[in-house]
């Protein structure tokens, strides 16, 4: 008998059985439940399009904003570019705030920086940014309703709201500073408190809330370890946008290089070095967790546990690609948009272990008694 065979069945029956669960949830869900879910994947879906962004070296693909190259449908070749309408004035200040010559900025070389693909790939990252902003303002509409009964939901989409609108200006910052350092990291630190808050939105916004029940004993441990380790996971993603930003300043300098040659400039950096360490230690919390929530919790691990599980060991691969192959696109994206759903995956599991039922109002979210 072929054993990896029936190894692989058993695989696929777990994540038949996953997904079955998943829709199970889903359709039980209360109509601003839905909503809020479709906010939360917009978010997702774009965190990957910007990683898309990033790893092509996309991120000046449309130099102006909110038009690109002086249209509100950017161009597909240097010739359809009308120079008349960019705001020069503002690219030759951005170059004098960089220690630039503001002279070296002209027509011609304006022209001379236009690539179609760079243009359509930020551009299409701009359209995507759209369903975010349509739904974060119908998830509050809908809000307005717990306004009285359920006060930290009303508050959290409208603080959605302001987190989209902060990071649409963000990202209109990020432009006319030429991705400065440091903008790119606030800018991905507002998307991940973004999807926390609608994470709990989708959570709190039904009739009866998803919770975690533990075993008497070391439910507190499991609990406090799992959240010691969304820290960890924050703290990580903090490092690994700010190696980003490093990987965006070797993609001006080293252009034409081989991407294997990136690791060698990234050595030199005790972020990278720290950001490359620090995922063993977030490798051996999360299996510690993961082992105490299968002894401890109430029925055993289910679909949270099994999903930051599997997001920790696809980012340990990915990272050992990252490290010793070199900083290839396609594992970019995938390093970059796992991390969102991580952090999702983390945050709901944080809310059902600490929350708690309480009927005609929200629930309360650390209240640290054991159930």
């Not at 898309?52 to 161009?75: H, L, Q």
């Not at 400065?180 to 991905?188: N, S």
């Not at 690791?263 to 990278?272: D, H, K, T």
């Amino acid at each position: 008998m072929n054993v990896g065979y029936f190894s692989g069945c058993r695989n696929y029956d777990v994540a038949y059985r996953f997904c079955v669960d998943t829709c199970k949830q889903t359709s039980e869900f209360s109509k601003f439940q839905k909503v809020a879910l479709a906010a939360l994947v917009s978010v997702v879906a774009l965190i990957f399009v910007g990683a898309v962004v990033r790893a092509t070296g996309s991120g000046m693909g449309c130099p102006d904003w909110p038009k690109c190259w002086g249209e509100y449908i950017p161009p597909t070749d240097v010739s359809e570019i009308d120079v008349d309408a960019l705001p020069l004035a503002k690219y030759k200040a951005k170059r004098e705030r960089h220690g630039g010559n503001p002279d070296d900025i002209t027509r011609e070389t304006v022209l001379a920086e236009f690539n179609p693909v760079h243009t359509w790939v930020e551009f299409t990252n701009r359209l995507c940014a759209i369903p975010v902003g349509f739904f974060a303002v119908l998830t509050m509409i809908m809000a307005y309703r717990f306004r009285v009964s359920r006060v930290w939901i009303f508050y959290g989409a409208f603080f959605a709201v302001v987190l989209v609108g902060v990071n649409a200006w963000m990202g209109a910052r990020i432009v006319y500073s030429g991705l400065r350092p440091g903008t790119i990291t606030t800018h991905m630190a507002l998307a991940i408190l973004l999807m926390c808050v609608q994470v709990y939105l989708v959570w709190g916004g039904g009739d009866r809330r998803w919770l975690l029940e533990f075993n008497e004993g070391r439910g507190r441990l499991v609990r406090y370890l799992g959240l010691g380790l969304f820290a960890l996971i924050l703290i990580e993603g903090m490092m690994g946008s700010q190696v980003r930003e490093m990987t965006d300043t070797l993609q001006k300098s080293h252009g034409d290089a081989p991407r294997s040659e990136w690791i060698l400039e990234l050595e030199g950096s005790w972020v990278y070095m720290i950001h490359r360490s620090f995922s063993w230690l977030i490798l051996g919390v999360s299996l510690w967790w993961f082992g105490l929530s299968r002894g401890d919790r109430v029925g055993g691990v289910t679909w949270p546990e099994k999903v930051v599980l599997g997001m920790v060991l696809s980012q340990m691969v990915l990272g050992v690609i990252l490290a010793n192959v070199g900083v290839l696109r396609v594992v970019q994206v995938l390093h970059i948009g796992l991390s969102s759903i991580l952090v999702c995956g983390m945050f709901v599991w944080l809310l059902g272990a600490f929350g708690r039922q309480v009927d005609g109002g929200d629930a309360d979210l650390l209240s640290g008694e054991a159930r």
